[in-house]
């Protein structure tokens, strides 16, 4: 279990960051990170906090794949863990 929270502590804050970085480039006009690389964060486990961290810093918030993703990538895990637990 101690090996799963670090995986998901290290996965969000990477998922966050690169969140963050996305927001910066695209305010500065610089090529921007793939929203693919984004999602595949999300489905790695790093939704949570990534959508904690758009709303904060107002990204992505209004763009469909992220606002139906980033919650099934949630849902996904946390069914997951509760096959995994049971």
Not at 36 to 57: D, E, H, Q, S
């Amino acid at each position: 279990m101690i090996t799963a929270a670090v995986y998901y502590i290290t996965v969000n804050a990477i998922g966050a960051a690169f969140f963050a970085a996305d927001k910066r480039k695209a305010r500065l006009g610089k090529w921007r990170i793939q929203e693919k690389t984004l999602l595949l964060w999300a489905f790695a486990g790093a939704a949570p906090l990534m959508i904690v961290t758009g709303r904060l810093i107002r990204h992505k918030t209004r763009t469909l794949v992220f606002r139906a993703g980033m919650p099934a990538a949630v849902l996904i895990h946390a069914g997951f863990w509760i096959w995994m637990l049971m």
